[in-house]
């Protein structure tokens, strides 16, 4: 099977964020009790993705099917958070949050074909009504990337075990 994105990853840190992108995560922290997010960020990294291939007929009927060519995410890392926005055109910003301790790993059923990780979580943001649920989180297969997934399973088992 093909890969349905290019995707590659940078480390970085709140402070190189898009003005939009750090309001959206200070009004989501603030929201939601989580503290000042941009400042206590241990890891950033943000990954551009651009799809390779067209929405599926079934998507593009049913509006199922991402909305636009290209879009970021940002996933940030807190001592008790994971913080992912994702950004694109169409979509807009949305951004979701879960406490690392409650975090779980769903077996990458996409291995060999995109990069990242199923995230298990209960989330606060754009989806908080909604019972846990899983995220894709696509992350770069590039040394950042990689970086970013070891620090975030390292981040999740030290919550776990402290």
């Not at 997010?37 to 943000?46: D, Q």
């Not at 696509?138 to 075990?161: H, S, W, Y």
Request: some cysteine; overall charge neutral; hydrophobic content about 40%.
């Amino acid at each position: 099977m093909k890969p349905l994105y290019e995707r590659s990853s940078t480390i970085t840190d709140t402070g190189h964020l898009d003005v939009p992108i750090r309001t959206a995560i200070a009004t989501h922290a603030e929201n939601n009790q989580l503290g000042d997010v941009l400042a206590n960020a241990r890891a950033v990294c943000e990954t551009r993705s651009v799809r390779l291939y067209r929405n599926g007929l079934l998507a593009r009927l049913t509006g199922s099917g991402d909305p636009d060519r290209e879009h970021r995410t940002i996933a940030i890392l807190t001592p008790t958070y994971l913080v992912i926005v994702v950004a694109g055109d169409k979509r807009g910003i949305h951004v979701r949050s879960a406490r690392l301790q409650a975090i779980s790993f769903n077996p990458n059923r996409a291995a060999g074909i995109d990069s990242g990780i199923s995230v298990v979580a209960h989330w606060s943001g754009e989806i908080a009504s909604q019972a846990v649920s899983a995220f894709y989180l696509g992350l770069g297969d590039d040394e950042a990337g990689q970086a970013f997934l070891i620090a975030f399973r390292e981040a999740v088992v030290a919550a776990k075990t402290h």
